[in-house]
């Protein structure tokens, strides 16, 4: 089955501009989460989806938020983007709340940068 | 608030040397534990998980992790390396109960040297 895929690959953005950043999870997964990974502070958790809600919610300010849609699949938005937010964003998917016990499957990521 | 630290932050080994990567936690609650491979270029993989039972558990590519509890302690271990085995490796909590979230370690550089 297809693995967890997001798009786009790359980004360019220039400081100020907004961004959204869409991830596909597995088929029948519906939990989707997002990560932020940097060479500073690594990998942290941006927020989390299940059924359209957002049930939990990394320390990012307000210019981060996401949704998801009735299919699963969610975007990530990032408004007045600065330098710092050049990351790679990671979205992973998860079939069972409240508990992993699958695990987590994560997409290749979105490399955006901001100059 | 919950962290995770791996102490190894770059492990440089010869192939068919033993590895092992530590990683504590600091929550005191039921937690579910990870650890995560990157290989060059690619994306996150999981390598193997620990929800309840046995505390040795066994992953893919020959690697395995003990659960210490009374350590709060997950340990990624493989007994002889190989040079494919070149990659960044994340130790993860989740904190049952706590919704899919993972709390990540800062990471493991190691590179295996032919």
């Known amino acids: 089955k297809a693995g967890v895929t997001q798009t786009p690959r790359y980004l360019i953005k220039t400081r100020g501009q907004q961004v959204t950043l869409s991830c596909s999870p597995i088929s029948g997964h519906r939990s989707v989460s997002w990560y932020q990974q940097t060479p500073g502070q690594g990998l942290q958790f941006l927020f989390e989806?299940?059924?359209?809600?957002?049930?939990n919610k990394g320390n990012f300010p307000g210019r981060f938020s996401g949704r998801q849609f009735s299919n699963s699949r969610s975007e990530m938005n990032v408004s007045t983007l600065e330098l710092g937010d050049s990351a790679l964003y990671l979205c992973a998917s998860s079939l069972a709340p409240p508990q992993s016990n699958y695990g987590y499957t994560f997409g290749s990521g979105t490399r955006l940068t901001v100059v | 608030a919950q962290s995770v630290s791996q102490h190894n932050h770059h492990v440089i080994l010869s192939e068919a040397a033993s590895l092992e990567l530590g990683c504590n936690y600091s929550?005191?609650?039921?937690?579910?534990l990870f650890w995560y491979v990157q290989y060059p270029g690619q994306h996150l993989q999981l390598l193997l998980k620990y929800f309840s039972g046995d505390p040795l558990v066994k992953g893919i590519k020959g690697f395995e992790a003990e659960f210490i509890k009374s350590k709060f302690s997950f340990n990624l271990r493989k007994p002889s390396v190989q040079w494919s085995d070149t990659a960044e490796y994340f130790c993860?909590?989740?904190?049952?109960?706590?919704?899919?979230?993972?709390?990540f370690g800062t990471g493991t550089q190691l590179k295996v040297e032919l």
């Open positions: 989806y299940f059924s359209e809600t957002q049930r």
């Open positions: 929550y005191g609650g039921t937690v579910n």
């Open positions: 993860a909590v989740e904190l049952t109960g706590g919704g899919n979230k993972l709390t």
